[in-house]
């Protein structure tokens, strides 16, 4: 028994049949690892358990009464020992304790139970459950008695038990059919319905009765306790997930409805018709475009990731130990976290895009060699190490990606803290990487998704910094980083097939959301610039026509070091370097030290030439050198570039004419000419 100080558990006062459960219990707890037994904690539940035998007689057993019943008798008791009602934390302990127990021993008197008729599904109690290898939520349980009505809940239970089995259906998306389904469960109480037919069947009754359920999700108010979207609607998708929902299981219980009638002990199943597989049509979903657009608040910029990698050590510092971090210009002392596991998780996520279960489920040893490579001679930067990652959410996508020194080093560290710090149990009965350190003592259970963002939550109102928005720097939103590796992938110019692997995606739809990303970032920084020509007239071309044009004729005599060229696609360009001079040229701000250091380095050409030139004819070139001619020029044109450039406001979104085109209808006018009228005559 393990617990803060070392106390004798003694359960005497018991009866031999309670004694034997409680004992049965705590050999369970044992041999299964799965929580800890405090024996202070259950020398109060004999205590109180003791009480209630002596006053009630047909109490056997700890099952013999409620959870709630049980934990009224554990503070009646509390309060006659302590002369004081317990505190929260307290009594949240002590029905943890109990609630372990009963759900155990109320399954194991029920075994003989098909397992989807209990009201508790969960992994850990019932191994016959379908499950995964690797299930991201294996510890979190799936509680149906909040479901009415009866018919409904019971309905629900064999529908999924159908799809789980059938292998259509995984544990984790469980969780969701169980959110949806009460939705559901809450639309029909409110009607009054307690048939599982809903209506009398006609097919123009249900067809009412689901665009009722329509409008019934779009007023829905989310209710959910603690969260920042109480209050909130639903999102469209969110919508389209629920109809779905109710849909697919009507179509299931339509074709079984003669086993479900005899499995669930319930004729009315029987009255389903055609009808109820097809009273919802894709018309009455909300429309999602097959790519959504894309969300840049999905994207972290350079500075905000720059900011959160800097700021990343207090989580996993000692609490005894400090960092000075600036906040607001004032230097703060910020106390660690102590939680360096949760720190390189979410080193290795901004590091590989991956998502959090993908890291948090790794192999505690993910990495393998390179096939005909040495890791010793692997340049800077290079691949280093083969990794590989626990794929659960798209079946037969990939699960191995390479990856540099830098995530090896992680993945070394994080290894050897385990080995360290690892106290529950054999080090070499580790499963994974990241193994919870509480109710785990043989290694087999992972850090859950949940949990490790309640830590990094915590951790941003710890650290309290603001991104460029001015809102918090939020660690907790995670995924925001594999949208920002595939955004700086596609960004590099990788191809989208090659980021769908990098993503584990099965298809280039997925991927094209990450380059939808990227277009609009890219499109809305080129339009905020104001966009100049060589003498630094505004542009009269629209800005989007402009990018369009810049975008799709990517050849790279089109690409300059000062700005854009904006030569129609079907020209060639007769200009060489001598941008500067040509009617097709434009630049905007993000360019101008690029324009003030060729100026100064043309300036000092000019200078040196014409000292050359005195020292070897005794006189400078004269204005009318061809040479000397075209470089004062493009100096002239720089010089009016910069000054239009310098004289704009940043947040600039004007463009900008460029020299000489006054009055012509060349392919930079704003009026979209033909491009044989705006040929360039110099």
Not at 31 to 41: D, F, I, K, L, P
């Amino acid at each position: 028994m393990r617990g803060s100080r070392q106390v004798r558990l003694d359960i005497t006062a018991l009866p031999l049949v309670v004694r034997r459960k409680v004992g049965w219990w705590l050999a369970t707890c044992a041999r299964t690892g799965e929580r800890q037994a405090h024996a202070s904690e259950w020398n109060r539940w004999a205590a109180t358990a003791a009480d209630v035998i002596a006053r009630h007689a047909h109490v056997a057993s700890f099952a013999d009464r409620s959870l709630a019943e049980w934990m009224t008798a554990w503070a009646r008791r509390f309060h006659a020992d302590r002369g004081r009602m317990p505190a929260p934390g307290h009594r949240i302990r002590a029905e943890h304790a109990l609630r372990g127990m009963l759900e155990r021993l109320l399954r194991q008197y029920a075994s003989e139970v098909n397992w989807w008729r209990h009201d508790i599904w969960s992994l850990r109690l019932d191994p016959r459950i379908p499950r995964r290898e690797h299930e991201p939520r294996a510890n979190t349980a799936v509680r149906w008695g909040g479901i009415t009505p009866p018919w409904l809940r019971e309905g629900t239970k064999f529908y999924l038990r159908l799809q789980m089995e059938s292998g259509q259906l995984t544990w984790s998306t469980v969780m969701q059919h169980r959110v949806n389904t009460a939705r559901f469960a809450a639309f029909v109480t409110e009607h009054g319905i307690d048939h599982p037919a809903l209506v009398d069947g006609s097919e123009r009754s249900l067809r009412a009765l689901a665009l009722d359920f329509g409008t019934f999700l779009h007023n829905w108010q989310r209710e959910t306790p603690g969260r920042a979207e109480v209050g909130g609607s639903l999102q469209p998708r969110a919508i389209n997930k629920n109809l779905q929902t109710v849909d697919l299981f009507y179509r299931v219980m339509t074709d079984c409805r003669t086993e479900a009638a005899e499995a669930l002990d319930d004729a009315r199943w029987l009255a389903l018709t055609d009808s109820h597989a097809r009273m919802f049509r894709p018309a009455d979903r909300p429309r999602q475009r097959e790519v959504r657009e894309a969300d840049e608040r999905n994207y972290i910029n350079d500075t905000d990731l720059s900011s959160m990698l800097t700021h990343i050590e207090p989580l996993g510092l000692p609490a005894e130990r400090t960092r000075t971090v600036v906040r607001d210009a004032c230097q703060v002392e910020l106390a660690g976290l102590g939680h360096p596991a949760v720190m390189r998780a979410w080193l290795i996520q901004a590091m590989t895009g991956r998502r959090a279960s993908e890291v948090l489920m790794m192999d505690f040893e993910p990495l393998s060699d390179i096939p005909g490579l040495d890791a010793a001679a692997v340049p800077e930067g290079g691949m280093a190490a083969r990794l590989r990652y626990q794929q659960t959410k798209i079946d037969a996508a990939p699960n191995t990606l390479l990856v540099g020194r830098d995530v090896v080093e992680i993945i070394r560290e994080q290894q050897a803290w385990v080995r360290e710090h690892w106290h529950l149990g054999p080090a070499e009965t580790i499963r994974y990487l990241f193994p919870t350190t509480t109710g785990n003592r043989h290694g087999t259970k992972s850090w859950e998704t949940s949990n490790y963002n309640h830590v990094l939550k915590d951790f941003s109102h710890h650290l309290d910094m603001r991104d460029s928005r001015g809102e918090l720097l939020l660690y907790s939103r995670s995924h925001r980083l594999r949208h920002t590796k595939a955004t700086t992938l596609i960004n590099a110019g990788a191809p989208i097939h090659v980021v769908q692997r990098y993503l584990g995606h099965l298809s280039p739809e997925m991927t094209m959301r990450y380059a939808a990303t990227r277009a609009s970032t890219a499109e809305r920084e080129f339009l905020a610039l104001a966009k100049v020509g060589r003498d630094g007239r505004e542009i009269g071309m629209d800005r989007r026509d402009m990018l369009d044009l810049v975008q799709l004729d990517r050849r790279t005599d089109r690409i300059l070091p000062n700005g854009y060229c904006l030569l129609p696609p079907t020209r060639s360009c007769d200009k060489g370097n001598a941008c500067h001079s040509c009617d097709h040229f434009a630049t905007d701000r993000t360019f101008l030290p690029d324009i003030q250091r060729q100026l100064a380095e043309t300036q000092s050409l000019v200078t040196a030439r014409q000292a050359r030139h005195t020292e070897r004819y005794g006189e400078p070139m004269s204005g009318a050198n061809i040479w000397l001619e075209q470089r004062n020029a493009e100096i002239r044109s720089m010089q009016l570039e910069i000054t239009a450039l310098e004289a704009q406001p940043a947040d600039s979104t004007t463009a900008v004419r460029g020299a000489g085109v006054l009055g012509r209808t060349g392919y930079q006018d704003a009026a979209g000419a033909s491009d044989h009228k705006g040929a360039s005559r110099s």
